[in-house]
Structure formats: C-alpha cells, structure tokens
C-alpha cells in the first residue's frame, strides 16, 4: 500500500469530520415468504434510504450510504467511520436472542473508533 500525502491525508480528515458520530436509523422489516429483509432509514439525512439482509449488511450498508451521501471518493471510503449497532439492533434483527419483540422504531448507531 503506496503512503498517502500529506494533502490526501488532509482530505481524508476533512471527509471524516462530516461524518455525525450518532446516527438514527429507522428499520422497517420487509417480509417476503420466509425471507425478511430491512429497510433502513438514516434520520440525519433525510433521502437516505438503503436495505439490509441482516446485522452484516446493515453495518456495511449503513457506513455506505453515509459515505455516498457525503460523496466521499471511493479511494478514500477504507479510511471512513464505520458505524456499529447496538445490542438492541442486533437481537431486533436476529442476530442476537431477542430480549422482546420490537416491531419498528428509531434506534441509535455510534461511530466505531478506528
């Protein structure tokens, strides 16, 4: 991996620090059959919209969305924030044993460090 310069590091920075450390999402579950899928809802920008399979896709859909809303350039989008749900977001998508039954509503995600 070639050492980025000192002005592509300050892009990098400044593309990171539009980035909100929260977002809230809302998670409407689509059932088709036996197969359910999610669709998520970013508050903080209001037309972004995307779709998650389960807690792997939203992780990786949720980080992308921001990006490409942001219009981050895809050489810099390895050095973006990744956001990480909550324990609640998990088991309200299966990924956990579930605690209760929530249907829909809106939940938190926090920027990962790193």
């Known amino acids: 991996m070639k050492k980025s310069t000192k002005k592509e590091l300050l892009e ?3 593309f990171r620090s539009l980035f909100p450390k929260e977002i809230k999402v809302r998670i409407i579950p689509c059932e088709d059959g036996s197969r359910v899928s999610y669709t998520i809802r ?10 998650a399979e389960n807690l792997d896709d939203l992780i990786t859909m ?4 921001v ?17 990480l749900p909550s324990m609640e977001i998990a088991q309200y998508m299966n990924a956990f044993p579930r605690l209760k039954i929530v249907r829909s509503g809106e939940l938190s995600i926090k920027e990962s460090c790193g």
């Open 67 to 83: 990006a490409t809303v942001l219009r981050v350039p895809k050489k810099y989008l390895p050095f973006m924030p990744r956001y």
């Open 42 to 51: 970013i508050s903080e920008f209001p037309n972004a919209i995307t779709e």
């Open 12 to 14: 990098i920075n400044r």
């Open 62 to 65: 949720v980080s992308d969305c």
